[in-house]
Antibody, heavy 122, light 110 residues
Framework: QVQLVESGGGLVKPGGSLRLSCEAS????????MSWIRQAPGKGLEWVSY????????YYADSVKGRFTISRDNGKNSLSLLMRSLRAEDTAVYYC???????????????WGQGTLVTVSS | QSVLTQPPSVSGAPRQRVTISCSGS????????VNWYQQLPGKPPKLLIY???LLPSGVSGRFSGSKSGTSASLAISGLQSDDEADYYC???????????FGGGTKLTVL
C-alpha cells in the first residue's frame, strides 16, 4: 500500500533552517508528481511547493519563494523540502502528498503523509 | 484571505443533505479542475472529489461534486455523524501559478 512518511520537523529559531524529508513506498515514486502542503495550528490548508516526476518542473507559493527549495531523489524514493530564513508564520504541520495528476492544472492529492510539525520560535 | 471562498460552517441533521459552496474566478475554478478534501479531526486530508465530480475508489456515493462557471459545490446526502469534518476545495490558479485552497468549511451534524 502507498505510504508517505515525513520526518525532520522540530523547533527552530527565527532565521534558522530545517530540511524535511518524505520517504515514499508502495508505488513507483518516479511516476508521480509530489507536493508539500502545510497547515498552521487551527488554520486551513496552504499549498507550499510542487515538483514534477522528473524534477524539471517546480512551483512555489509566493509566501515561501526564495526561501524554500523542493527536491526529489527518485533513486531513493525520497522528497525533500529545504527551508531557510524561517519565520514564525512558517509554523505548521507539513504534509507531503502524492499528486495523481499529470500537469499542474490536474493537480489532486490522492495520498497524504501523517505530517511533521515545524515550530519557529525563539 | 483565501482566493477560493467557502462558508466557514454548515450544519445538518442526520439523513439530511447539505451543500458546501466554493467560489473563485476565471483564473482558477473557471478554467481548472476542482478537487475536494475531507479532513477529520487530527487526521491528514483525504481526497473526496477530483476533476470536479469524480469519486476516488472507496469514497461513498453520498458525496458528489459539481461546477458551474467560477463556482463549485460539494453535496453530502444522507448525513452521518462521522461526516463531521472540515472540507476544503482546491484548484490550480493560472494567474498565481500555484495551487489554491479554500478557507475550509466545518460541517456539524446536529
Amino acid at each position: 500500500q502507498v505510504q508517505l512518511v515525513e520526518s525532520g520537523g522540530g523547533l527552530v529559531k527565527p532565521g534558522g533552517s530545517l530540511r524535511l524529508s518524505c520517504e515514499a513506498s508502495g508505488f513507483t515514486f518516479s511516476d508521480y508528481y509530489m507536493s508539500w502542503i502545510r497547515q498552521a495550528p487551527g488554520k486551513g490548508l496552504e499549498w507550499v511547493s510542487y515538483i514534477s516526476d522528473s524534477g524539471h518542473v517546480i512551483y512555489y507559493a509566493d509566501s515561501v519563494k526564495g526561501r524554500f527549495t523542493i527536491s526529489r531523489d527518485n533513486g531513493k524514493n525520497s522528497l525533500s523540502l529545504l527551508m531557510r530564513s524561517l519565520r514564525a508564520e512558517d509554523t505548521a504541520v507539513y504534509y507531503c502528498a502524492r499528486d495523481d495528476g499529470k500537469a499542474a492544472a490536474d493537480t489532486h492529492f490522492d495520498h497524504w503523509g501523517q505530517g511533521t510539525l515545524v515550530t519557529v520560535s525563539s | 484571505q483565501s482566493v477560493l471562498t467557502q462558508p466557514p460552517s454548515v450544519s445538518g441533521a442526520p439523513r439530511q443533505r447539505v451543500t458546501i459552496s466554493c467560489s473563485g474566478s476565471s483564473s482558477n475554478i473557471g478554467n481548472n479542475a476542482v478537487n475536494w478534501y475531507q479532513q477529520l479531526p487530527g487526521k491528514p486530508p483525504k481526497l473526496l472529489i477530483y476533476y470536479d465530480y469524480l469519486l476516488p475508489s472507496g469514497v461513498s456515493g453520498r458525496f458528489s461534486g459539481s461546477k458551474s462557471g467560477t463556482s463549485a459545490s460539494l453535496a453530502i446526502s444522507g448525513l452521518q455523524s462521522d461526516d463531521e469534518a472540515d472540507y476544503y476545495c482546491a484548484t490550480w490558479d493560472g494567474s498565481l501559478n500555484g495551487l489554491v485552497f479554500g478557507g475550509g468549511t466545518k460541517l456539524t451534524v446536529l
